[in-house]
């Protein structure tokens, strides 16, 4: 069964820009830049049937004109447990509508719905029990502030990602170009 999802690459001036905000956090493992990448829907570990089905439904998507997102910041998820550092990314209406697409598109082809509501990011790291909401915070207070960063969307890629802790490496499967 492959594990699939559907995203955005991250291009490497942007991957690099990002990899500069690495730090001594207590805990943290850093994603490799290669790896950096916008999660539009994940499936997980899919049939093949479901797999070729979505690959079918992509190809056949609506075309829609590339567009820009914006990285704006750096956060983490998890509040009091947190569990990853991100940069966060603005939610144009261009970009939830095209997740909205990536839904609708793996419900057609037999995935399950997505339970969690969609919240555009870039995972930088991930956290271990030992990185508490102090040190966080403390490693935002000291490296949280940048640029914004501005990510063309050219092409919505199907990852594949071993069976692992913390995913990567990924795998660009397909890719479908927009416009």
Excluded: N
């Excluded at 290669?34 to 999660?39: A, E, G, P, R, V």
């Excluded at 997505?114 to 990011?121: A, D, G, N, S, V």
């Amino acid at each position: 069964m492959p594990r699939l999802f559907t995203g955005l690459e991250i291009p490497p001036e942007i991957g690099a820009a990002l990899a500069l905000k690495r730090g001594a956090l207590r805990g943290s493992r850093w994603i490799d830049p290669s790896d950096y990448h916008i999660t539009l829907r994940f499936l997980g570990d899919v049939e093949v049937e479901v797999a070729e089905a979505l690959h079918e439904a992509l190809i056949a998507a609506r075309l829609r004109a590339p567009f820009c997102v914006t990285l704006d910041g750096l956060a983490s998820f998890g509040g009091d447990r947190p569990r990853a550092i991100l940069a966060t990314v603005v939610p144009s209406p261009e970009l939830l509508d095209l997740q909205a697409e990536q839904e609708r598109l793996a419900r057609q082809a037999g995935a399950e719905p997505e339970r969690r509501k969609f919240t555009p990011h870039v995972t930088l790291a991930r956290l271990r029990r030992e990185s508490g909401p102090a040190d966080v915070a403390a490693y935002l207070g000291e490296r949280g502030l940048f640029t914004p960063l501005t990510v063309p969307v050219e092409r919505v890629a199907l990852f594949s990602a071993r069976d692992s802790k913390g995913g990567g490496p990924y795998v660009v499967e397909a890719a479908y170009p927009l416009g």
